[in-house]
């Protein structure tokens, strides 16, 4: 990849690399010339992504449910190519509770993933970032950022969060040229939207609900991704990009 959006040689760090979208997407940074560390919590995992990927990876194995321990996962983070120039926050949790049966260990359960760990890494790696003068940071929003879906108090409250937490940080950084922005994607196949996806009829009227008809596919999160991750958005910061098929729109 060449031009503005050429990421050769940027150190990448993607969270929830072990699966879903964040595995995909630290495979499309390698791919495209990026030095990554793939962060979760299963080993195994992250080791089969790093085998399977070509380019230059690395892996971290760490719990991101306790934000306390950002501070030391960040120099792990930092230990193979040195302090990232991208933070891809992509580990998310979805307990899929009914407000009636929400508990206080679910919901802490859901803020630490969600929304305190991203934003206590990012702290623990944004001075390298101003040393640099350049950095990106990309959270993970949600379609309930800014909707109330059923069985979702929990990661509804915490996604409205993010889409927060990503202008306040573009608030705060962008004056160091660290831009920070969140993907807040539509239906994909990932192991949080499993139960969506095995049921055929409501997968089916979820496609039916976009404009374009259908649900994502990783593909489709690999353009905004590059977009966000490059010098192609070094005026775009603060900004929730939805890649939901006009989901919103309607």
């Known amino acids: 990849m060449t031009g503005k959006f050429d990421i050769t040689g940027k150190v990448a760090c993607?969270?929830?690399?072990?699966?879903?979208?964040?595995?995909?997407?630290?495979?499309?940074?390698?791919e495209a010339g990026a030095r990554v560390v793939g962060v979760a919590r299963r080993a195994e995992a992250l080791e089969t992504w790093s085998a399977e990927t070509n380019g230059d990876t690395a892996f971290v194995a760490a719990d991101l449910g306790d934000p306390s321990a950002m501070a030391g996962i960040a120099?792990?983070?930092?230990?193979?190519?040195?302090?990232?120039?991208i933070l891809m926050t992509a580990a998310g949790l979805n307990p899929r509770l009914h407000a009636d049966d929400q508990t206080l260990e679910a919901w802490e359960a859901t803020l630490n993933i969600n929304l305190s760990s991203p934003?206590?890494?990012?702290?623990?790696?944004?001075p390298a970032m101003k040393a640099k003068g350049w950095g990106r940071i990309i959270n993970f929003a949600s379609l309930q950022t800014n909707r109330?879906?059923?069985?979702?108090?929990?990661?509804?409250?915490?996604?409205?969060?993010?889409?927060?937490?990503?202008?306040?940080?573009?608030?705060?950084?962008?004056?160091?040229?660290?831009?920070?922005?969140?993907?807040?994607?539509?239906?994909?196949?990932?192991?949080?939207?499993?139960?969506v996806f095995g049921?055929?009829?409501?997968?089916a009227r979820n496609a039916a609900q976009t404009c374009i008809g259908r649900?994502?596919?990783?593909?489709?999160?690999?353009?905004?991704?590059?977009?966000?991750?490059?010098?192609?958005?070094?005026?775009?910061?603060?900004?929730?990009?939805?890649?939901?098929?006009?989901?919103?729109?309607k």
Request: hydrophobic fraction near 50%; charged fraction near 15%.
């Open 119 to 126: 934003f206590f890494l990012a702290q623990a790696l944004v």
């Open 75 to 85: 120099a792990e983070i930092a230990a193979p190519f040195g302090s990232p120039d």
């Open 14 to 30: 993607v969270t929830g690399a072990s699966s879903g979208i964040g595995r995909a997407m630290a495979t499309a940074f390698a």
């Open 199 to 203: 049921d055929e009829e409501r997968a």
């Open 148 to 195: 109330a879906f059923p069985n979702g108090i929990a990661y509804g409250a915490t996604k409205g969060g993010v889409g927060q937490l990503t202008r306040a940080m573009a608030e705060a950084w962008s004056k160091d040229g660290i831009t920070a922005n969140a993907i807040g994607p539509g239906f994909f196949p990932t192991e949080l939207t499993a139960a």
């Open 215 to 249: 649900n994502g596919t990783m593909d489709d999160l690999v353009g905004p991704a590059m977009f966000l991750a490059s010098a192609a958005s070094a005026y775009v910061t603060g900004q929730v990009l939805y890649v939901d098929g006009g989901f919103t729109a």
